[in-house]
């Protein structure tokens, strides 16, 4: 059994106040008084969406009232299970069958939401969780199948040792 809590979402506003064109937007945005930070919706991957009503560009060139790390996305948990049977066949050899199964239940683990509150996906998740962590390869990383949050998959071996 694996499992974590949330990791922190930092929204941003997307702006590019100084014309920088870097596309490091981080000025963070202020927070509406009275409305919800997440909006429940069950057709929504993870059944919620961040509120866009609940954030405001702020005027001028300053970060807003949204402290950083403040908002939660998405937990994680998966099951992964494996079986294994030795046969032996004579005084020193022996035939191993084994099964594993990862993310035995299938539980659906999403990546953060979108959080640049331009976009137009803001708010959404838009990926399961092991597509989220990376695309593999040698600089960032084990590749999405080989990833923890992917849907379930299953491996067998057979192992003759003698």
Same mark, same amino acid.
Not at 104 to 110: E, G, Q, T
Not at 130 to 149: D, E, R
């Given at each position: *059994? /694996?499992?974590?809590?949330?990791?922190?979402?930092?929204?941003?506003?997307?702006?590019?106040? =100084?014309?920088?064109? &870097?596309?490091?937007?981080?000025?963070?945005?202020?927070?509406?008084?009275?409305?919800?930070?997440?909006?429940?919706?069950?057709?929504?991957?993870?059944? /919620? +969406?961040?509120?866009?009503?609940?954030? $405001?560009?702020?005027?001028?060139? @300053?970060?807003?009232? *949204? &402290?950083?790390?403040?908002? /939660?996305?998405?937990?994680? $948990?998966?099951?992964?299970?494996?079986?294994?049977?030795?046969?032996?066949?004579?005084?020193?050899?022996?035939?191993? !069958?084994?099964?594993?199964?990862?993310?035995?239940?299938?539980?659906?683990? !999403?990546?953060?939401?979108?959080? #640049?509150?331009? $976009?137009?996906?803001?708010?959404? $998740?838009?990926? #399961? !969780?092991?597509?989220? +962590?990376? &695309?593999?390869?040698?600089?960032?990383? +084990? #590749?999405?199948?080989?990833?923890? @949050?992917?849907?379930?998959? +299953?491996?067998?071996?057979?192992? =003759?040792?003698?």
């Amino acid at each position: *059994l /694996r499992s974590r809590s949330a990791f922190p979402i930092n929204v941003v506003t997307g702006a590019d106040p =100084f014309q920088f064109g &870097t596309g490091n937007y981080v000025l963070r945005p202020n927070v509406v008084q009275g409305m919800p930070v997440w909006i429940e919706d069950p057709n929504a991957p993870g059944g /919620r +969406l961040l509120n866009p009503e609940a954030f $405001s560009i702020p005027n001028g060139y @300053g970060q807003g009232d *949204l &402290t950083r790390n403040s908002i /939660r996305g998405f937990g994680f $948990s998966q099951v992964d299970l494996a079986l294994r049977k030795q046969f032996r066949i004579r005084d020193h050899a022996a035939l191993q !069958l084994r099964v594993e199964v990862f993310n035995a239940f299938n539980r659906a683990n !999403l990546s953060d939401p979108q959080s #640049m509150l331009s $976009s137009s996906l803001f708010g959404e $998740s838009q990926s #399961m !969780l092991n597509a989220g +962590l990376g &695309t593999g390869g040698p600089a960032n990383g +084990l #590749m999405p199948v080989y990833q923890i @949050g992917g849907p379930r998959s +299953l491996q067998m071996s057979l192992r =003759f040792s003698f």
